[in-house]
């Protein structure tokens, strides 16, 4: 390690891909918080790094490029290319988005958020299936320490990436601080008005696919009593991904009677008061490796409905009402009892914020630095 600063290398592919940067995921979300809480850090310096064929025009300032802009492939992931100038760069290379180089002379510290496309291949795009598969294992070995973001994960990145648990660390997520902070009456008015909001709602946040289990939440809302699902639409959040070609033309071909509102493109800006205004979040998701909507949710004061599987209980704790998302019933009288039972949200509003606090970028950050000078 060099004297001076720790200068950890931070993947920023996914921010700064003119195919990705535009809308961003969960990992997304991820790499910036960590990038932004790592720079405040007392020595430490953070500097981007970008595999692929990024244009040179959207590189941000100070990246290296990694192997090089002609090796945009998985191969990187296989073959250890000559990284003598990424280490004079950098001290140890943290990788969030699975493009987990196998580098010479240089750490690596990769976050691993879940195993679904090996656990449940089902889930995920056929093409090119099993190739990305043994790519994605085979780049899994490539890190020297390996971070996941609930306990829940440990054993899924033991089982399907064969990671020893022995190299596995947990850092959860956190949630930004503007997330507390209440948004002036006029802009809540306004967020309203321009997406016809009404007194009430559930929301759900989360890219439409099959493991976030819209449809079912969707038939449960339309199971309620036509008076309860007009005084409570659902308002669904989320672009359109892969495996939801079925759900997206149930979705616009709603109606006003339907009492189902998607709302396919929001602005950042947009989506805390959107949040604000709800009534309830309602993220029956089958498989999370932590769920941010969740802990978004706490934050800004809203009663959650969320599931018993995967890290979702972990997260929730006693601050959430917890259905078997499998069991559309069970959902349904979910969605009723939340509706109906003003004491009950009351309850679980004070409880989720409470329960928020546990989950702050800045201890992320710090523990992910920690182990970063472990390695070094």
């Known amino acids: 390690m060099s004297e001076g600063p720790l200068r950890i290398g931070l993947s920023e592919t996914l921010l700064c891909d003119p195919r990705t940067r535009d809308v961003l995921d969960g990992i997304g979300v991820y790499t910036i918080a960590m990038r932004d809480h790592l720079l405040r850090l007392p020595a430490t310096r953070v500097v981007p790094i970008v595999m692929g064929r990024v244009p040179t025009e959207d590189l941000p300032p100070g990246a290296v490029r990694y192997p090089g802009p002609s090796r945009a492939g998985p191969a990187f992931s296989i073959v250890p290319w000559h990284s003598e100038r990424l280490a004079r760069s950098i001290d140890v290379l943290f990788v969030t988005d699975y493009r987990i180089p196998a580098t010479r002379r240089l750490p690596v ?89 009404p007194d009430a709602y559930f929301l759900f ?103 018993t599987v995967t890290s979702l209980p972990e997260i929730a704790g006693d601050a959430a009402l917890l259905v078997d998302p499998y069991n559309q019933d069970e959902l349904a009288a979910a969605l009723a009892r939340m509706a109906m039972d003003d004491a009950l949200r009351t309850e679980l509003a004070a409880r989720g914020l409470v329960r928020a606090r546990r989950f702050d970028w800045h201890s992320s950050a710090q523990a992910a630095r920690d182990l970063f000078r472990a390695l070094c």
């Open 109 to 197: 510290c990769a976050t691993l958020h879940d195993a679904i496309p090996l656990s449940h291949p089902h889930w995920a795009n056929a093409r090119y299936r099993r190739i990305k598969n043994l790519v994605m294992r085979a780049a899994a070995a490539n890190a020297d320490r390996v971070i996941t973001i609930s306990h829940a994960m440990v054993g899924e990145i033991v089982r399907h990436y064969r990671v020893p648990e022995s190299m596995i660390s947990i850092v959860s997520p956190g949630v930004d601080a503007r997330w507390y902070e209440r948004e002036p009456a006029p802009v809540l008015a306004d967020v309203a008005r321009r997406y016809g909001l």
């Open 205 to 307: 946040v989360g890219t439409l696919q099959p493991r976030k289990n819209v449809e079912r939440l969707v038939a449960a809302h339309a199971s309620l009593p036509d008076a309860l699902r007009a005084r409570w639409p659902l308002v669904i959040v989320g672009r359109a991904g892969w495996g939801a070609d079925d759900l997206v033309r149930r979705l616009r071909a709603a109606t006003a009677d339907t009492h189902v509102h998607w709302l396919e493109r929001v602005p950042d800006a947009d989506l805390r008061p959107l949040y604000q205004l709800a009534g309830a979040l309602a993220f029956p998701s089958l498989y999370e490796g932590f769920g941010l909507p969740v802990v978004e949710a706490f934050a800004s004061g809203l009663p959650v409905l969320t599931s």
